[in-house]
């Protein structure tokens, strides 16, 4: 991934969510603060470079400061929306189970990869303390943004800087005030597709042998099919498409490859959904978004 710069991918997943509460008609997940964290300059930029293929020269030497939504609609439509839209979905009816579980408890919510998510500035439980990791750049915009916006900076939010590629998760995670027996909320969204099968079985382990108490990790993963998709499959161009603004996606993993990582750190499933799964119950009645064909949801619990 870029480090000198806040992660544009990060960027994207937030003008998705601001683009789909703005014009979708059946809202997958409705993310109304989404547009304004992430800024009017960096959205148009944003639907700019879509409109321009990711073309990062050309997008910047078109002199049209808007840009045209009939163009860039069939490429958020297929290509962009459905993957980040489907896991926010499930990550909160996974929360609100979480929180229907542990009533009037104290609680920890943690966001692995948190660029620029609203969780926290929307949350309004003060029992709930949440704890953001992303690299220092992605939160030196955010927050920036906030300071802009005027927006509280809720008590119960505390960032924690980290460079997952050079940093030590554990090692941050015990100098943080995380609790280890409290109950805990996990989502690690979006970031399976840069790791290899190793690095994610460490990740986990380092989050079982750290917790102590009731545990939900929720994330997502791109199954062995990515290997194998044709070069004009949705898939191979969302892997070229990450790939033109520096966040290259490794292959992907078997589900018989996660049973065995969740069994060796001592995770339990909970649910695995399969893109299968995933069209029929995010995208039944929508007709322009459709599951990715190698994309997987599992929440898992300890």
């Given at each position: 991934m870029k480090t ?11 003008f998705?969510?601001?683009y ?6 059946h809202?997958?997940y409705d ?14 930029k ?6 321009h293929?990711?073309?990062e ?13 009939e163009?860039i609609?069939p490429?958020?439509e ?6 980040p ?8 009816e996974?929360?609100e189970k979480?929180?229907?579980l542990?009533?009037h408890?104290?609680?920890?919510f943690i ?6 998510d609203?969780?926290?500035l ?5 029992q709930?303390?949440v704890?953001e ?8 915009y955010k927050?920036g943004?906030?300071e802009?916006l005027?927006l509280?900076?809720p ?6 800087p980290i ?6 998760l554990g090692?941050l995670?015990k ?5 280890p027996?409290?109950p ?7 970031v399976a597709?840069y ?5 994610l079985?460490q990740?986990?382990?380092?989050l079982s042998?750290?917790f102590?108490?009731e545990l ?27 790939s033109q ?11 018989q490859?996660?049973?065995t990582?969740l069994?060796d750190?001592?995770?339990n499933?909970?649910?695995h959904?399969?893109?299968l799964?995933i ?5 039944k009645?929508?007709?322009t978004?459709?599951?990715?064909e ?9």
């Amino acid at each position: 991934m870029k480090t000198y710069q806040e992660s544009i991918t990060a960027k994207i997943c937030s003008f998705v969510r601001a683009y789909h509460s703005a014009y979708a008609k059946h809202k997958i997940y409705d993310d109304s603060l989404a547009y304004d964290l992430l800024g009017q300059n960096e959205y148009l930029k944003i639907g700019k470079l879509i409109e321009h293929n990711f073309n990062e020269v050309e997008a910047k030497n078109d002199s049209n400061y808007y840009f045209d939504k009939e163009k860039i609609a069939p490429v958020v439509e297929q290509f962009l929306a459905p993957i980040p839209l489907s896991r926010l979905a499930f990550a909160k009816e996974k929360y609100e189970k979480f929180l229907s579980l542990h009533q009037h408890q104290t609680l920890q919510f943690i966001v692995l990869g948190a660029g620029l998510d609203t969780f926290s500035l929307t949350n309004d439980n003060h029992q709930v303390e949440v704890y953001e990791f992303d690299h220092p750049n992605s939160f030196r915009y955010k927050l920036g943004r906030i300071e802009t916006l005027n927006l509280v900076m809720p008590k119960n939010l505390h960032f924690v800087p980290i460079d997952f590629e050079k940093q030590s998760l554990g090692a941050l995670l015990k100098e943080s005030a995380i609790k280890p027996t409290v109950p805990t909320f996990i989502t690690f969204l979006g970031v399976a597709y840069y790791l290899e099968l190793d690095t994610l079985r460490q990740t986990l382990a380092t989050l079982s042998s750290f917790f102590k108490g009731e545990l939900t990790l929720v994330f997502d993963y791109p199954d062995e099919t990515t290997k194998t998709s044709p070069t004009n499959s949705r898939v191979t161009k969302l892997a070229k498409l990450t790939s033109q603004v520096g966040e290259h996606m490794v292959d992907g993993f078997s589900y018989q490859q996660i049973q065995t990582l969740l069994l060796d750190t001592h995770f339990n499933l909970d649910e695995h959904l399969t893109p299968l799964d995933i069209d029929e119950r995010y995208f039944k009645e929508n007709l322009t978004l459709k599951a990715y064909e190698n994309v997987h949801f599992i929440s898992a619990t300890l």
